[in-house]
T-cell receptor, first 115, second 113 residues
């Protein structure tokens, strides 16, 4: 079984709709992240959470919100989706206690299309 | 502005030869650097890392070189194998400060059998 799972894997929605992307992990890591990948722009950080009570904005948080429901779950919401939020979204986890730096472990991605 | 840049979107190499992927960064405060590999329909996976106290780190066929004065790092793959064909992302940031890591745009490597 995958250590970091994302649901759904693919989603097509319409402008103005609310949508939630979910991420679960079985690695026992404290830190969780949401990124988006766009062609020619690499991965950009949306939000990150270092524990259940700690939420931080990343490079491109506008238009998004997150919820850390438990250590293992981190959800990303688009309150009112717009077409330029069409992208590939990745969840990731990390654990500094492993002593290997901030190595992040990524989920398989969610492809979101906003029409 | 991109703080981490990979100026070559793609690279093709013959099997058995060396692949060299390059990455430049702009922030002199970055002290930790990583390379990730991504296959289609999968998330990136960690490949190798280096901290700023070193200028070289080796793991099997993969070696990362860091030139702090030039703010440049490179990933060498020797010998290249067809299974190495993937997109490679470099990432840079500040370790242990809670700051985010910044990713480059990726280089698509094709190893030709």
């Amino acid at each position: 079984d995958a250590d970091v799972t994302q649901t759904p894997r693919n989603r097509i929605t319409k402008t103005g709709k609310r949508i939630m992307l979910e991420c679960s992990q079985t690695k026992g890591h404290d830190r969780m992240y949401w990124y988006r990948q766009d062609p020619g722009l690499g991965l950009r950080l949306i939000y990150y959470s270092f524990d259940v009570k700690d939420i931080n904005k990343g490079e491109i948080s506008d238009g998004y919100s997150v919820s850390r429901q438990a250590q293992a779950k981190f959800s990303l919401s688009l309150e009112s989706a717009i077409p330029n939020q069409t992208a590939l979204y990745f969840c990731a986890t990390s654990d500094l206690r492993q002593g290997v730096g901030d190595t992040q472990y990524f989920g398989p991605g969610t492809r979101l299309t906003v029409l | 502005d991109q703080q981490v840049k990979q100026n070559s979107p793609s690279l093709s190499v013959q099997e058995g030869r060396i692949s060299i992927l390059n990455c430049d960064y702009t922030n002199s405060m970055f002290d930790y650097f990583l390379w990730y590999k991504k296959y289609p329909a999968e998330g990136p996976t960690f490949l190798i890392s280096i901290s700023s106290i070193k200028d070289k780190n080796e793991d099997g066929r993969f070696t990362v070189f860091l030139n702090k004065s030039a703010k440049h790092l490179s990933l060498h793959i020797v010998p290249s194998q067809p299974g190495d064909s993937a997109v490679y992302f470099c990432a840079a940031g500040r370790l242990n400060t809670g700051n985010q890591f910044y990713f480059g745009t990726g280089t698509s490597l094709t190893v030709i059998p």
